[in-house]
């Protein structure tokens, strides 16, 4: 990617980011950052987020990495237009750098994406629903030991009077 970004020289790099995987993903921001790239952020997945009550506040992200972040929805194409719109505002023209891809370099950008993604991700208290309470009631080990031993239990009796009975029917 790196030798592509240096041939081709694009006016314009749109970084999609997928908004589950948010600090994985902002490590290759700061770098195409580095290079000098006018990136801009394509946050996709952003409604799966929502769906687990745990929000990205775009325009505080926007404001920390000094780049333009557009929510959008690849399947849907929703947010496509504002990415359009924001790829026409972009005036300036790249400059590229060299970049240091050394281990000490590369520990600094994790940092950073980590303490970003911190900052602008929210999560609001999530209700638990009947799943989320028997998942964590069936994986517990002492809960779900006694949760084992009742259903194997229910399954013996069941086995063994259903099954005597019919024996007796037939």
């Known amino acids: 990617a790196n030798d592509f970004l240096r041939k081709e020289r694009p006016e314009i790099v749109i970084n999609v980011v997928d908004a589950t995987l948010l600090e994985r993903n902002l490590f290759l921001t700061s770098q ?46 929703s947010g496509i237009p504002e990415l359009m719109k924001e790829c026409f505002l972009i005036q300036k023209k790249p400059h590229y750098n060299k970049i240091n891809f050394s281990e000490k370099e590369s520990e600094k950008r994790h940092v950073k994406a980590s303490l970003v993604a911190g900052k602008v991700m929210k999560q609001s ?46």
């Open 32 to 77: 195409l950052k580095d290079l000098g790239m006018n990136v801009i952020i394509a946050l996709n997945f952003y409604e799966e987020l929502e769906d687990k009550k745990i929000f990205i506040d775009t325009k505080k992200l926007s404001k920390e990495l000094n780049v333009p972040v557009v929510g959008i929805d690849a399947l849907r194409g």
């Open 125 to 170: 208290k999530k209700e638990r629903t009947f799943s989320d309470k028997l998942d964590i009631f069936t994986t517990e080990p002492l809960t779900g030991s006694i949760f084992l031993i009742a259903v194997m239990a229910a399954l013996f009796f069941v086995l063994f009077n259903v099954g005597g009975w019919l024996a007796e029917v037939i």
